[in-house]
């Protein structure tokens, strides 16, 4: 009964390549969506988010893309950097509450 | 200074033994929260609290008790501890509940139940 999914547990890029992180949910009452970043022996953080009512927000290097029909959004890393190394997660909002789906590792190679 | 900290990092503890976990956050912030994330990775509410008020207390045994004594700390104590409580449990704050704030985590806590 996860509401929010992540199908790929893991993802590896190379340097300076693109990466397409992916992420499906199920309630078409969730509102706003946002994507974490986590390090190990770290909590998430914070790193992008969008509104239901967009289809896409880009900060920097990080842009989320917000399918509302397909109930799909994706987070592109443009150019992708070792730096970005990390789990990702994505999570949803609706009635004061967030849905974190499990992550997606991705693993930038230099 | 870390905005979100938990204690301790890691426990190891025995079946039926009672356990605290501690969270204080110095952001100022209003709301705070635990979550728990299981063998599947997925991150799951717990609790969440505002100005030491629960407002948010999903399906959680009731030897998961959360207290607030003050809105900068929110502990969590376990009783009789099973070994499906095994997990990382997060703690995070924002500042304001219902809305779409950011929340901050703390790093972690590493429970292992033997």
């Known amino acids: 009964d996860q509401q929010v999914k992540q199908n790929s547990p893991s993802l590896s890029v190379q340097e300076g390549r693109i990466s397409i992180l992916n992420c499906d949910y199920t309630n078409s009452m969730f509102d706003y969506f946002l994507w974490y970043k986590k390090y190990p022996a770290e909590g998430p953080t914070f790193l992008i988010s969008i509104s239901s009512i967009k289809d896409k927000n880009e900060d920097g290097r990080f842009t989320v893309f917000l399918n509302k029909s397909a109930k799909h959004l994706s987070l592109h890393i443009v150019p992708s950097q070792p730096g970005d190394s990390a789990v990702y997660f994505c999570a949803a909002h609706n009635f004061n509450k967030f849905y974190f789906g499990s992550g997606t590792k991705l693993n930038v190679k230099p | 200074d870390t905005a979100v900290s938990q204690t301790p990092k890691y426990l190891v503890t025995q079946m039926g033994n009672d356990k605290s976990i501690k969270c204080e956050q110095n952001?100022?912030?209003?709301?705070m929260y635990w979550y728990k994330q299981d063998s599947k990775k997925f991150l799951k509410i717990m609790f969440s609290y505002n100005n030491k008020e629960l407002i948010i207390n999903e399906t959680v045994p009731n030897r998961f008790s959360p207290k607030s004594p003050d809105k900068a700390h929110l502990n969590l104590h376990i009783n009789s501890l099973e070994l499906g409580d095994s997990a990382v449990y997060f703690c995070?704050?924002?500042?304001?509940?219902?809305?779409?704030?950011?929340?901050?985590f703390g790093p972690g806590t590493r429970l292992l139940v033997l």
């Open positions: 952001l100022g912030h209003d709301t």
């Open positions: 995070a704050s924002s500042a304001f509940p219902g809305t779409r704030e950011t929340q901050y």
